[in-house]
């Protein structure tokens, strides 16, 4: 089930409940900046997330993904793969 544009799972994100985050679904902006440039690029292409993408994964989306912070170590690729794939089966 598609959670984010990137692939963080956000029923596991610690920021739903402390920042009352809706997930960039719902959201126009996210709770820590002015805008997500993984969210952009994504809606700009009007893509549900990097999974569909024909350049994924590409530079941003890993930068994201294993960013020594807040990287998950390319978890959030690897649910956006399992996207893609869910979205194939459905036809």
């Not at 598609?2 to 920042?19: L, Y």
């Not at 009007?46 to 807040?70: I, N, R, T, V």
């Amino acid at each position: 089930m598609k959670e984010s544009r990137c692939g963080i799972c956000c029923s596991k994100c610690e920021f739903q409940n402390t920042m009352n985050c809706a997930g960039c679904l719902q959201i126009t902006k996210p709770f820590w900046g002015e805008q997500c440039p993984v969210k952009s690029c994504v809606e700009e292409k009007k893509l549900a997330h990097c999974g569909e993408c024909a350049q994924f994964p590409c530079a941003l989306a890993k930068s994201f993904a294993y960013d020594e912070k807040q990287g998950d170590q390319g978890e959030r690729l690897r649910n956006c793969q399992k996207w893609h794939a869910m979205q194939g089966e459905k036809g």
